[in-house]
């Protein structure tokens, strides 16, 4: 899929919330606000999704792959100001490298996180300043092995909120699961018919 391609899906696709998550938000609780940055790169004439590894080391989810992101800050404006700063400081990407073209719905995770993701366009490569105290890894999925719904998988799970689906979408030697991979999910929901 191309830029242009995927901008004209984006912006006529209405935003829908989806079961699991109208499932979650029936259950109100406190939830601690954060956001990540969706960053789609035009290569070849085809969309990269920008990817990172989380530092091994971390406490809370070591190794495992994401978006930039994190908790929103006092000093952000918006969920868009949270996203460009956590990218920024994770991976060096300057949020003027970057052209923000909208958000999705919420997710709200079985741990109490909401999540606001924001989709990005980063116009041209540029060099990765990675803080390894963050992230082990930067790297990129073409957006074509989302659309590919084969390899989309996910297992219910047990949890005291009630059942839930944890997706998974393995991509080569990476388990892209979680709120990573439901994100995906809904992105791919939007952009396809």
């Known amino acids: 899929m191309t830029k242009d391609e995927f901008l004209h899906k984006f912006q006529l696709s209405p935003l829908l919330v989806n079961d ?7 259950q109100p609780k406190h939830l601690r606000q954060s956001a990540v940055l969706i960053v789609l790169i035009e290569q070849d004439g085809l969309l990269q999704v920008l990817l990172t590894k989380r530092a091994n080391h971390l406490k809370h989810h070591s190794g495992q792959i994401c978006f930039p992101g994190g908790k929103v800050e006092q000093s952000d404006n918006s969920f868009i100001d949270t996203a460009l700063r956590e990218a920024q400081e994770e991976i060096g990407l300057s949020p003027d490298k970057v052209s923000v073209i909208g958000q999705l719905h919420p997710y709200q995770t079985i741990s109490g ?16 300043q990675i803080d390894n105290n963050e992230v082990a890894e930067v790297f990129q999925v073409p957006l074509r092995h989302f659309l590919n719904a084969n390899g989309h998988f996910s297992i219910d799970v047990q949890h005291q909120s009630g059942n839930h689906q944890v997706h998974f979408m393995p991509y080569q030697h990476y388990n892209i699961w979680g709120a990573t991979a439901a994100i995906l999910k809904d992105l791919i929901q939007l952009i396809t018919p």
């Open 113 to 128: 996180f909401s999540i606001t993701p924001v989709v990005a366009i980063l116009e041209q490569a540029v060099d990765y």
């Open 20 to 26: 699991q998550q109208k499932l979650l938000l029936a």
